[in-house]
């Protein structure tokens, strides 16, 4: 039913509503407040500090006073008093509370207090006066996300009539077992007591049942995605060999028990008949690409062609390089396809890709263009996952005949929000390092530091290695006290590092652009490069040792461990030096964590830890469905116990089809869409 028809609504508002994603009385009841305003701390006047809000019992003692320093400015004065002092009530341009206010009313009021000398100013507080039922102080307010023309009392008030005359209505999607179980409130009462609850413990009981029922019905929603694919998804049956191990035993290093391991599930895959959808998690260094190199190699050995898919040309072209160097004393044809190709090339590679002639293609997004056909693909791989999406792997697993699909990210995540993250996906973890790898030596110094910082990145120059030097802003900003790309380098070039070459690197370069200004790095044409994020995902460059980050507390940690594995990959030992601009407990708390851990695992949990809401990993590429309620970052324990529930629901009920998850199914096609509709009504 249309919002228009709720009391206090209509046309106009509804419009209004409609910009907030606001379209039926359901998503009007579970658009939750961004925020509370507890009011029923009430105090006494002399019990008041300055800054704090605060809810008084007051009696009006005196007469206003009104000031007019300068036009269009007015100041109304009204003193009160309780029983342990007096202040005054202070508004700026609301001169019609003289004709609500008179002396002697007895009133509660609500707002900042602020200390001038010895007296005390509550600044355009809320007030109500009388005895009756109290909406505005007293309670719990609920702070509400706005557009322009909609104030937060009018939210209030349309929520208040839409909970009154709706709420009864809702249907109770979880099963009567579950709730019982659990312990979870009815939906009725939850959404009631998540907009307007009666005290903490009300909001924290209802926010845990929205939340719970939201997450269920995601991962649900996801398992059976999975369940159904690989009912339905016949792949192909690779077939057993031995040649893979003569394979490994010829490589010119040791595999870890890790990269065994998780070679060992990749194989068990492929072997099987259904289609391979994994994961393989590892951080920065950790080995992963060998593994796939394996992968590739057993698709050969079967007949099968390969694809690798990477976010940019230089790093295509270094996959490029180290995997025809492994497979060149075999027969397996290696080509690239990247978009700086010359045409005639590009033919080439294209005509030999359609007649089989090649056997593993390595490139960028160029390889999922329409006119990219494979004679008969088997393999398909994406690096750095989180660069593609749900969309890309999509496109590039119909360039084949349910090829089996191999992601790989570098971004290591707690495993319960992988699950969440890469739902259609079986994970593989790479948690160990290969052997030999030097530690990073990370230090997080002050500002007062730079110049001491300057100094050790030139003596390291000196003796022929290189630096990374990393700002979060491409220009100089006047709203953000951070050091800019194109400022340090202007900056760095003719001053500091005036003996050096210096270039500079960052998002808005065109791809060309970029890739020429990392392969002049890698090739020991640029000293230092100033640089943004965009090297994140970048190439090998074993000379290069030191990587120091300006403003690194606006950086997550994840991502600061990320660029700090752009170095470190060479013989030298290398160094990440965190510039901190912030004084505050979090941000050295952060950098402490950066200094005490080279593993990217604990790092991100820490990050889950300390940073709390916010895009810890984006989850709109991953085509995940909008959560109204529920953080995946905050909500990891319920997240935890969810993913229990559901995998208990299906092994009881494998396609929601008993009539006390009848709803709960309901709510998942909702959620999901044709993508989940399809598979579980067929």
């Not at 490029?320 to 590009?346: A, Q, R, T, V, W």
């Not at 110049?451 to 050790?456: D, I, L, P, Q, S």
């Not at 964590?593 to 810890?616: A, V, W």
């Amino acid at each position: 039913m249309s919002i228009q028809y709720i009391k206090g609504v209509g046309p106009k508002r509804a419009s209004k509503l409609k910009k907030l994603n606001i379209n039926t009385i359901e998503d009007l009841l579970y658009f939750v407040p961004r925020e509370y305003e507890d009011r029923t701390n009430f105090k006494y006047i002399a019990q008041c500090k300055e800054g704090e809000k605060v809810s008084l019992r007051v009696k009006i003692c005196g007469y206003p006073t009104t000031l007019k320093p300068r036009k269009n400015l007015s100041i109304v004065k009204i003193p009160v008093r309780d029983e342990t002092g007096m202040a005054f009530l202070v508004w700026f341009n609301q001169d019609y509370v003289l004709k609500q206010l008179s002396l002697g009313d007895s009133i509660v009021v609500y707002g900042k207090i602020n200390r001038f000398g010895n007296e005390i100013q509550i600044t355009n507080p809320v007030f109500e006066k009388g005895k009756g039922n109290r909406n505005r102080i007293g309670t719990i307010m609920p702070i509400y996300s706005l557009t322009k023309g909609l104030s937060n009392n009018e939210m209030i008030r349309i929520m208040h009539n839409a909970i009154k005359e709706y709420s009864n209505k809702l249907p109770e999607v979880l099963p009567d077992y579950l709730r019982t179980e659990l312990n979870l409130m009815p939906i009725k009462e939850a959404i009631k007591n998540i907009h307007f609850p009666m005290d903490k413990n009300s909001y924290l009981k209802a926010r845990r049942r929205l939340v719970f029922e939201e997450l269920l019905t995601l991962q649900l929603g996801l398992f059976l995605i999975k369940n159904r694919s690989n009912d339905i998804n016949r792949g192909i049956q690779f077939s057993p060999s031995d040649e893979v191990y003569r394979f490994i035993d010829k490589l010119p290093f040791k595999l870890t028990s890790a990269q065994k391991r998780v070679f060992k599930e990749i194989e068990k895959d492929m072997e099987d008949n259904k289609q391979m959808n994994r994961l393989i998690q590892g951080d920065v260094g950790s080995g992963k690409t060998i593994v796939a190199v394996l992968a590739m190699f057993k698709a050969y050995k079967s007949g099968y062609q390969s694809v690798l898919m990477v976010p940019t040309e230089i790093l295509a072209q270094q996959h490029y390089e180290s995997i025809s160097n492994l497979f060149s004393e075999y027969d397996i044809n290696c080509e690239l396809l990247i978009g700086s190709l010359s045409s005639k090339k590009k033919e080439q590679v294209l005509e030999d890709l359609k007649n089989g002639n090649i056997h593993v293609l390595i490139g960028t997004h160029a390889i999922i263009q329409e006119h990219v056909e494979f004679n008969n693909l088997g393999l398909a791989i994406t690096d750095e996952q989180h660069r593609f999406g749900v969309k890309q792997r999509a496109i590039l697993n119909q360039k084949g005949n349910s090829p089996d699909i191999l992601v790989m990210t570098a971004t290591p995540i707690p495993r319960t929000l992988a699950l969440i993250l890469y739902g259609d996906l079986d994970i593989s973890i790479i948690d160990e390092m290969p052997p030999g790898r030097k530690p990073i030596e990370t230090y997080a110094v002050g500002t007062s530091m730079i110049e001491r910082v300057n100094k050790f990145v030139k003596k390291q120059l000196l003796e022929g290695r290189q630096a990374y030097i990393v700002c979060p802003l491409i220009e100089e900003s006047d709203t953000l006290n951070v050091k800019a790309a194109e400022e340090l380098y202007m900056s760095f070039k003719d001053t500091i590092y005036k003996d050096f070459n210096v270039g500079l690197l960052h998002g808005k370069m065109q791809s060309q652009e970029k890739d020429n200004i990392m392969e002049q790095f890698k090739n020991k044409k640029i000293d230092v490069l100033i640089s943004t994020t965009v090297i994140e995902v970048g190439v090998d460059v074993p000379n290069a040792n030191i990587m120091v980050i300006y403003n690194a507390e606006r950086f997550g940690l994840a991502q600061l461990h990320q660029l700090r594995g752009r170095v470190g990959r060479g013989k030298y030992q290398s160094y990440c030096i965190l510039i901190n601009g912030s004084n505050s407990r979090i941000s050295r708390e952060r950098m402490r964590i950066l200094q005490r851990s080279n593993d990217g695992f604990y790092i991100s949990e820490k990050d889950l830890e300390l940073r709390g809401p916010g895009e810890f990993f984006g989850t709109k590429q991953h085509g995940l469905p909008d959560l109204k309620i529920a953080n995946l970052f905050t909500d990891i324990d319920i997240l935890k116990l969810a993913q229990q529930k559901a995998k208990e629901i299906l092994d009881r009920d494998y396609l929601l089809i008993d009539e006390e998850h009848f709803l709960l199914r309901q709510k998942i096609i909702n959620m999901f869409g044709d993508r989940l509709e399809n598979l579980i009504l067929n």
